[in-house]
């Protein structure tokens, strides 16, 4: 099934303890590659989110925050003495330092980072709970990115029903060209009331259709059209597989616009060329 790399998703979660919220963000990206916003009392837990992460997605800038809060009452704080009394033994020297009208704010003291500890019974249970939340977030996404990825799939099938029209419709103007080309040659003769030479006239023509001959490239173009369908009903990661397929067709493009003997058949191969240029744009976001 095809998937997209660009999504979001939000999961709020309600406990007793009080609520969290995960936000992830998805983007294109040539590989996975996660980005963590957590508050500092649940930064122990971005290893088991990278983890789950790496296990459901192959590709993608993914960015995941999460917030949280307490109910009143719920967490039970206390002081780090230890760390308190080596703080305040570190203020005591600045205060030496500072003039004497200097007063210390018992309030920013404890703002300090680890000076006011949570219980270690509701760290463990909302550490449990974010990741259940993750969890649930994390298919959230996934189901948005397949639902993304099942139209970019139609987009490009159109695109490639279209394809194989225009190289179906080149193969049928291929004798219709060449025995135009033909009579031009003849009529060019007959104007310079040249005497016809049916051995040049054969070497000409012989000439002619080696130029003209994309027969080699129509088949080509078919066996990637294929291809690129077979592809799209695969699962797992597949925008890397569709990006060379993109390239393989543009030059079998290019190819046959380089041997164009006529106007009709360069502008199937720019609009061949157009129709490729669509579907690259939207494989840059199928992961």
């Excluded at 780090?80 to 200097?102: G, I, Y």
């Excluded at 397949?146 to 099938?157: D, F, K, M, T």
């Amino acid at each position: 099934m095809t998937q997209s790399m660009t999504a979001f998703a939000r999961k709020e979660v309600q406990r007793n303890w009080g609520s969290l919220v995960w936000e992830i963000r998805s983007v294109n990206h040539r590989y996975l590659e996660p980005h963590f916003r957590l508050p500092d009392t649940l930064r122990e837990m971005e290893s088991a989110l990278r983890e789950r992460l790496r296990q459901q997605l192959s590709r993608g800038k993914v960015e995941c925050s999460l917030r949280y809060q307490l109910n009143s009452g719920a967490d039970s704080l206390s002081i780090n003495q230890d760390l308190l009394e080596n703080l305040l033994l570190v203020c005591d020297q600045v205060q030496e330092l500072l003039p004497k009208t200097a007063k210390l704010n018992p309030l920013e003291v404890l703002q300090w980072p680890g000076i006011l500890q949570s219980s270690e019974q509701d760290m463990s249970e909302l550490l449990e709970d974010g990741l259940d939340a993750f969890d649930l977030a994390l298919q959230e996404l996934i189901a948005s990115r397949s639902r993304e990825g099942q139209e970019l799939a139609q987009l490009i099938q159109q695109r490639l029903d279209a394809m194989s029209k225009i190289v179906e419709k080149v193969r049928d103007l291929l004798p219709t060209i060449l025995e135009r080309q033909r009579q031009q040659l003849l009529d060019k003769f007959a104007d310079l009331q040249l005497e016809l030479d049916p051995q040049r006239l054969e070497q000409e023509m012989v000439m002619l259709a080696q130029k003209a001959d994309v027969a080699e490239e129509l088949d080509r173009l078919d066996t990637h059209i294929i291809e690129v369908r077979r592809v799209l009903r695969q699962n797992g990661s597949i925008g890397r597989r569709l990006d060379f397929l993109m390239q393989e067709l543009n030059r079998e493009a290019n190819t046959l616009s380089s041997k164009s003997i006529v106007a009709e058949t360069t502008q199937q191969a720019v609009e061949l060329k157009v129709l490729i240029e669509q579907m690259r744009e939207q494989v840059q976001n199928i992961e």
